[in-house]
């Protein structure tokens, strides 16, 4: 099973990590540390859930990020670098319906022209744009 921690409290990310044998995912949202709000997640958490293995999705929306652009998004994902490292970020986008951004995954090129634009290293990328989920997904999920 792999838990996802996006969409529970504060209380409950905490309740989840003491009990967690196995890496945790966020597969959306943001960080205090770049949009402080209710709903994203603090410093000790980026930290517990890279500790266990985890990886953070960042979103695209507003609230996730405080922006609606390329390099908001790219600078969440740079503050969880700098935090935790490279191998605990990724993409969070969470077309539901509800949320509004200013690009989609259609245009996902300009958000990997922005990672380039702010300095972030090839390998690193790479992680964010999959590698690291699907390193924590065969990690987690039976082989086949």
Not at 11 to 17: F, G, P, S, T
Not at 49 to 66: L, P, S
Request: glycine share 12%.
């Amino acid at each position: 099973m792999l838990i996802d921690l996006a969409h529970v409290s504060p209380r409950a990310i905490d309740d989840v990590l003491a009990i967690a044998t196995r890496p945790t995912v966020v597969s959306h949202g943001g960080v205090k540390g770049t949009c402080p709000s209710q709903r994203t997640l603090s410093d000790e958490h980026v930290r517990a859930i890279a500790a266990g293995g985890g990886v953070i999705g960042i979103g695209y929306w507003e609230t996730a990020v405080c922006g609606l652009e390329p390099r908001q998004v790219v600078a969440a994902m740079r503050y969880v670098i700098s935090l935790v490292g490279d191998d605990h970020v990724g993409l969070g986008s969470d077309f539901d319906g509800s949320t509004t951004v200013g690009f989609d995954t259609s245009q996902l090129a300009a958000l990997t022209q922005e990672m380039m634009n702010q300095g972030l290293p090839e390998p690193s990328i790479r992680k964010v744009l999959g590698g690291n989920v699907v390193r924590v997904l065969r990690q987690v999920l039976p082989e086949r």
